[in-house]
């Protein structure tokens, strides 16, 4: 069965400090893995997207790195900020059907003063 | 940017009623989605479609039915509700092919069945 975990469930963190988030799976066939940021009570926005031959993305102040041999990935957030605060999810998907993405139940990130 | 729209940010339905969720999205994608996101579960797919007219059901479809009369509109349908199907509803589009790049949500609507 295709699965995504996401490590820590939730994590908080001083303003300006980095932090790392976890995703392992089992996804089969692999063909992309992306990390989305969601807001409480807005749907989720796409912070990087990498196929199978990247290991490494960033998007500002976030990178996400991808090892496909021990498919895991983890999502780096640089100097955090107020705003940061909110749930990170992994979302893998396999070759072929856009209906078959496998979403993690996120990470939640709290960044204080 | 890309824009997908969902009509309500917030509903309040009573068990039984029929309710209607619409979503649309500007960047002629052909693939249009609805998940549902409960805490601790994750986004589950309900219903997905590829094309105008065409569904395909996802993995949680019982309760459920959807329309895709316009290829920019595709809307999910609660034919009786109920209160376990309080929840956030979440509609995304994509292109087809590409590796699906281009896969984008809405903001979603908070449904509340009492």
């Known amino acids: 069965k295709n699965q995504v975990e996401q490590s820590p469930q939730s994590l908080i963190i001083l303003e300006g400090k980095n932090c790392t988030l976890q995703c392992n799976y089992t996804v089969s066939p692999f063909s992309n893995l992306r990390w989305y940021k969601q807001d409480t009570g807005r749907g989720p926005v796409s912070l990087t997207i990498m196929t199978f031959s990247e290991n490494t993305k960033s998007n500002g102040r976030y990178t996400a790195t991808l090892d496909a041999d021990t498919k895991q990935s983890s999502l780096h957030i640089t100097a955090s900020q107020l705003s940061d605060s909110a749930s990170y999810i992994c979302v893998v998907g396999p070759t072929g059907t856009a209906s078959k993405l496998t979403f993690g139940t996120g990470t939640r990130l709290q960044v204080t003063l | 940017d890309v824009k997908v729209t969902q009509s309500s940010r917030y509903l309040v339905k009573r068990t039984g009623e029929k309710v209607f969720l619409e979503c649309v999205q500007d960047?002629?994608?052909?693939?249009m989605f609805w998940y549902r996101q409960d805490p601790g579960l994750g986004l589950r797919l309900i219903y997905f479609s590829y094309d105008v007219k065409m569904k395909e059901k996802g993995d949680i479809p019982e309760g459920y039915s959807v329309s895709r009369e316009k290829k920019e509109r595709f809307s999910l349908i609660l034919e009786s509700a109920s209160t376990n199907q309080t929840s956030m509803y979440l509609c995304?589009?994509?292109?087809?092919?590409?590796?699906?790049?281009?896969?984008?949500f809405g903001s979603g609507t908070r449904l509340t069945v009492v």
């Open positions: 995304a589009s994509s292109y087809i092919g590409m590796g699906n790049y281009g896969y984008t």
């Open positions: 960047m002629d994608h052909e693939n």
